[in-house]
């Protein structure tokens, strides 16, 4: 388990392993989520590393969904 102290600045400095490990940079941004007594960063990630992340998904069409027509009393 990693230690970091809070500054007089309230800064932290994240330890150079998890730095490297999850290959943080200088100047990223983080997402802070507070949850009681603990607080989760999340780095945010370039809007370009998300492209082609839903051409995995294949269009199936219209033909398994149900019309309107049936729902009708």
Known sequence: MQQAKLSSKFQLSIPKV???EMQLRA???FILIPRGN???LIPMQPVEDARGMLSSIKYKGTEEYR???EREY
């Open 18 to 20: 998890i730095r490297e």
């Open 27 to 29: 100047g990223q941004n």
């Open 38 to 40: 603990i607080i989760e």
């Open 67 to 69: 019309d309107r027509k």
